[in-house]
């Protein structure tokens, strides 16, 4: 494979973990910036260490790419949050039916409490 092939390649990997860990109500500029990093770092790292192995450096490259997406699709999205620590950026857990409602709700839609009066939780 063409080396500019694999860093494209290495790209949609950084996009797609971007993607993911926004649409899971994560930071995906973070995923994003530490696929590049990690995937440049750990190509670096078995390039200088095999004496200049490329295709050995450019498995590393795919293996910190891989890593970095299989942590956005495993990490806890925004709700999952809200419901075991209580309150996430976006949303919080009723105190009633312990399902995670957003922030700015004044009823809850799964259980139907008031919500108005617990908006500190």
Same mark, same amino acid.
């Given at each position: 494979m063409e080396p500019v092939f694999g860093f494209l390649f290495f790209l949609v990997? @950084?996009?797609l973990s971007w993607?993911?860990?926004s649409k899971? &109500? =994560?930071w995906g500029f973070a995923y994003f910036l530490c696929c590049i990093l990690l995937g440049g @770092?750990?190509?670096?790292?078995?390039a200088v260490a095999s004496? &200049? =192995?490329g295709i050995a450096a450019a498995s590393a490259g795919f293996a910190g790419a891989v890593l970095t997406l299989l942590a956005a699709c495993l990490m806890p999205n925004d709700k999952r949050v809200a419901e075991t620590k209580g309150v996430s950026n976006e949303h919080k857990k009723c105190p009633f039916c312990a399902e995670a409602v957003k922030i700015e709700a004044i009823k809850c839609k799964h259980c139907g409490s008031d919500?108005?009066?617990?908006?500190a939780t």
């Open positions: 990997f @950084a996009v993607i993911i860990a899971r &109500g =994560n @770092a750990m190509t670096m790292l078995v004496g &200049g =192995n919500l108005t009066e617990n908006t």
